[in-house]
């Protein structure tokens, strides 16, 4: 949101530098993501650190407000005028200018009245309005087709206010100061179009701070400082609005307020130039004086307003007095919206509607067949309350999102609809001319209960840990707008009628507490010891296993990601091969009543799809890609109202195996012995005994190069090389993609804290090796289940090293080669003990797996 600095000083007076002032607010939570200077100047403050700004800082002696009171010809050049400006100096200055927008006054004598610009003179610095790229000049005297010429009127461009250079700046009014003084010719420009702009970034409980009131209240709050809120005062002196129109509301539930007033004689035409450059410093283009007062108001106070052609109205309502009523949509019914959509709507929006059929989406936009036109004289202006949660509703639906809905979607208070109708039928008659109809028609039939809290003294220093007495925290609540009311060591508090945000009991404490550290400044907090009760303690064994768990595979080179818990059916749908069985679990999906997408409307049954769709989006920057994802799925259970939820641990692997280096030009790919190699890691780093690895055909993983890891017997997840037309369907190329899904909570059921450990040996070991030739069918882990059995306790350590096929072993065999490694703590061990147990191994083969030495 774009808050000008200029304006904020309508209601609070600023001594502050910007920069320091940004840095208050972001400190107290409305951050200032960024500042934008237009012609001033930007200070240096200490302990505040905004980027340096290149801005252009126009010079006070020589950028200056002209009055341009004549338009001569040029006498050598059709396209081109003399512009005699008068800016303070002893004569007038005749500047030569192709601006297109003097040619109307073109030798017609003196100016009936004089029009406003910016006047550079001689050596002034400026942009280069003829420039396609950014470049500054420095003004200087130059005949142009024959005429002398040193100074210049300036564009938008010039100035550096915007891209703008069809024409010269031009002001039909004298500019004014903000107490209303006009600004003679000769002042600095600086002082009358130079501005700061903050780009102030707000998040959805601070909905009381999107307006320029409402910033400028939070400032006063901040540095304790008088507020001047708007005028509300209306001058009505047309007939009664009783008897023009009439107001019903179906569901106060809805619509809690809603508020009308009409504005007779008027004409539409364009709004005052001080209005329209405030609009267009917050973003916003102007329209005409009736539109734009809404607007105006909007991003002043915060409070969205309507305004209707009341002729339409009462057309539309065959020339009786028309009746507005708020009510939801009826079932097919349609509305062409202001943006020229025509849309379809659910029972669950909410409109503004007449006895003919809808007029509005009510808080989000107006509709098309009464809109405000150039020949509207007689406007019926809205403002209203919604419901904050059916307005996102109706936004997400609709997929229309508006400046008025952004306020209404966060809350803003009823209070607020009255004010904002004064506020805007005054501005709409001193623009436009016209007679306001006395009285205001306002249905009020469901106003918001102001909770009043009690928050002790002493639950403010124990939760916050900063002595206050209830005087001091009256005064501080005080500058926040509550009404406040100190009892002893109580101090009551009751919110301001423009906080929607302040809860009560427990939750309303927590909040007063937030305001006295924001506003006292959370600067102003002590560093102090805990000094209360610790809470109960809880077994938090499982947590610190999770934790173990992640701290063990980001030891082993991965990165964790977290992915959206949203996908879609089509989405987890790529994790089966075309013809194949389905790879996810045989229960529904949760899908989500309101989804924000339309690829976010369910929770996801498998968490491999937010893994490969992150490996997709970081080929484009990583050729090596390793990482894991912790969390849950979720399962629907038929006949419960909640999910089973089970933790689900997920690993990927794809790309080259290290980095190219001068010594490893071409490395190769990951394989499923180095995500086979992550996993026993991790079963390590828990400390989990009786984990075996047997072959598994899985849908969605390639054939013969898939594993089930079973601990203890059971299996507790998958991995493997997925199959080449699932890493396809994901758009990730050629290289092998390893993944892995376990089952984390049973994987951390059979973690435990105590594990057994051994010292460090003492005693050298004795290195043997045996091959073993067996059928091809026999698995080396029950060949190494054999050796270990055999070899009791003298065997510490049994690692297969190679596997031969081919001469002189014979066809349907292989031959399986382990390094055995023999140790014991208390002495040497002989060649003869270790022959004896080499031995017995070669016998326990040949009886169990009906293997034979090799050799």
């Known amino acids: ?97 192709g601006a297109p927008n003097l040619f109307d006054y073109k030798g017609i004598g003196l100016l009936p009245e004089p029009k406003w610009t910016v006047f550079a003179k001689e050596g002034a610095e400026v942009w280069d309005g003829h420039s396609d790229e950014p470049k500054r000049m420095i003004l200087k005297e130059k005949p142009l087709r024959g005429i002398p010429n040193r100074s210049m009127v300036c564009s938008e461009k010039e100035l550096g206010l915007s891209d703008s250079h069809e024409g010269i700046i031009l002001m039909h009014d004298q500019p004014r100061a903000a107490d209303g003084t006009p600004f003679a010719p000769g002042t600095p420009a600086a002082d009358v179009l130079g501005d700061i702009v903050f780009d102030i970034e707000l998040t959805p409980n601070l909905a009381r701070a999107l307006s320029v009131v409402g910033v400028a209240r939070e400032i006063a709050s901040l540095y304790d400082l008088p507020l001047r809120p708007p005028s509300n005062s209306v001058v009505q002196e047309g007939p009664s609005i009783e008897g023009a129109v009439t107001l019903s509301i179906d569901e106060p539930e809805l619509n809690p307020r809603f508020t009308l007033t009409l504005l007779r004689g008027t004409k539409v035409g364009p709004s005052p130039e001080w209005m329209q450059r405030r609009l267009l410093l917050v973003g916003q283009r102007p329209s005409n ?28 309502a065959n020339g009786k007095a028309p009746h507005i009523l708020t009510r939801r949509a009826k079932a097919g019914e349609t509305l062409l919206t202001l943006d020229g959509q025509t849309r379809a709507l659910d029972e669950q929006t909410v409109l503004v509607c007449d006895d003919a059929g809808a007029l509005s989406l009510g808080g989000i ?63 709409m008659r001193q623009s436009g001319g016209g007679a306001i109809a006395q009285g205001v028609i306002d249905l009020y039939p469901l106003p918001p209960e102001a909770p009043a809290i009690d ?144 690829e976010k409307s369910v929770l996801r049954k498998s968490i491999l799809t937010g893994l490969l769709e992150a490996t997709r989006a970081n080929a484009r920057y990583q050729t090596q890609q390793e990482m894991f994802e912790i969390g849950p799925v979720y399962l629907a259970c038929a006949g419960q109202p909640l999910p089973d939820e089970p933790r689900r641990l997920g690993v990927l692997l794809t790309g080259q195996r290290e980095t190219e280096t001068w010594q490893a030009s071409a490395p190769a790919a990951f394989d499923f012995f180095d995500l086979k190699g992550v996993i026993e890691g991790l079963l390590d780093g828990l400390h989990l005994r009786g984990a075996s690895v047997r072959q598994a055909q899985v849908s969605g993983y390639h054939p013969g190069r898939c594993a089930e890891l079973v601990l203890n017997g059971a299996v507790v997840g998958v991995f493997g090389e997925l199959h080449p037309q699932v890493a396809a369907a994901f758009d990730l190329g050629a290289a092998p993609v390893l993944a892995a899904d376990l089952d984390l909570d049973a994987l951390l059921a059979q973690a435990s804290d105590l594990y057994p450990v051994e010292a460090l040996p003492t005693m050298p070991p004795v290195l043997q090796d045996i091959a073993l030739v067996v059928d091809e069918a026999k698995t080396h882990a029950e060949v190494e289940a054999v050796i270990r059995k055999a070899g009791g306790s003298l065997l510490k350590g049994v690692r297969l090293f190679d596997i031969y096929r081919g001469d002189p072993v014979p066809a349907g065999k292989k031959s399986l080669a382990f390094s055995l490694t023999y140790q014991t703590d208390d002495r040497t061990l002989t060649d003869k003990e270790v022959a004896k147990v080499q031995e017995r191994i070669v016998r326990l083969s040949e009886r169990e797996l009906g293997a034979a030495l090799r050799g």
């Open 1 to 97: 949101m774009r808050i000008p600095l200029s304006w904020l000083r309508e209601f609070v007076d600023i001594t502050v530098p910007a920069e320091a002032l940004a840095e208050k607010l972001t400190a107290a939570g409305l951050e200032v993501g960024a500042i934008e200077y237009l012609g001033l100047p930007q200070t240096a403050v200490e302990g505040v650190r905004f980027p340096k700004s290149d801005h252009l800082v126009w010079d006070r002696e020589k950028l200056l407000l002209g009055a341009i009171v004549e338009v001569l010809p040029h006498p050598n050049a059709d396209r081109l005028v003399l512009a005699m400006v008068d800016y303070g100096g002893d004569e007038l200055e005749q500047c030569v200018t």
């Open 289 to 316: 004086n009736i539109v734009d007062v809404t607007n105006y108001v909007m991003f002043e106070m915060g409070q969205p307003l309507h305004a209707f052609d009341y002729d339409k109205l009462a057309a539309r």
């Open 365 to 427: 936009m107006g509709g098309g067949e009464t809109e405000i036109d150039d020949d509207t004289t007689n406007v019926l202006l809205e403002a209203a309350a919604w419901n904050f949660i059916n307005i996102r509703r109706t936004m997400s639906a609709q997929k229309l999102h508006s400046e008025a809905s952004s306020r209404f979607s966060k809350g803003v208070h009823p209070a607020q609809a009255i004010l904002g109708n004064q506020r805007g039928i005054e501005l």
């Open 455 to 598: 928050l002790p003294v002493s639950e403010i220093e124990r939760i916050l840990g900063m002595p206050m007495t209830a005087e001091h925290a009256a005064g501080l609540l005080k500058r926040g707008g509550f009404t406040v009311e100190a009892r002893g060591d109580v101090v009551r508090a009751t919110p301001p009628d423009w906080r929607l945000d302040i809860g009560a009991g427990v939750i309303g404490r927590a909040d007063l507490m937030e305001e006295l550290a924001r506003i006292a400044g959370y600067e102003t907090i002590p560093t102090t010891l805990m000094n209360d009760a610790m809470p109960p303690q809880f077994d938090k064994s499982d947590f610190l296993r999770e934790e173990l768990a992640r701290d063990t595979l980001a030891a082993l080179g991965l990165r964790e990601i977290i992915s959206y818990r949203f996908t879609s059916p089509a989405r987890e749908a790529l994790l089966t091969p075309p013809g194949a069985e389905s790879a996810l679990p045989d229960a529904g999906y949760v899908e989500l009543a309101n989804p924000i997408a339309p």
